[in-house]
């Protein structure tokens, strides 16, 4: 089996380096410097929408546990 050195080697990782990046983009990077947009499109498909009525076993609807009194 021939052994990769030199510049073959460092194609190698870098094409792998290359094709994770390419992979990761639209499903990571993407939709986290594109944020607006993605609150849009969830307003729009959930315009008609009331968690109330969809929360499956009569559970409340999900607050922030961290949300302190606005008293302090």
């Given at each position: 089996?021939?052994r990769w050195t030199g510049?073959?080697?460092?194609?190698?990782?870098?094409?792998?380096v290359s094709a994770i990046?390419?992979?990761?983009?639209?499903?990571?990077?993407?939709?986290?410097?594109?944020?607006?947009?993605?609150k849009e499109l969830q307003?729009?498909?959930?315009?008609?929408?009331?968690?109330?009525?969809?929360?499956?076993?009569?559970?409340?609807?999900?607050?922030?546990?961290?949300?302190?009194?606005?008293?302090?």
């Open positions: 089996m021939a510049w073959r080697y460092g194609a190698l990782i870098g094409g792998i990046g390419i992979t990761i983009y639209p499903i990571v990077i993407y939709p986290m410097t594109h944020i607006e947009d993605y307003k729009h498909t959930r315009r008609g929408i009331r968690q109330e009525e969809v929360q499956p076993g009569n559970m409340k609807v999900w607050s922030d546990p961290f949300d302190r009194n606005k008293s302090n």
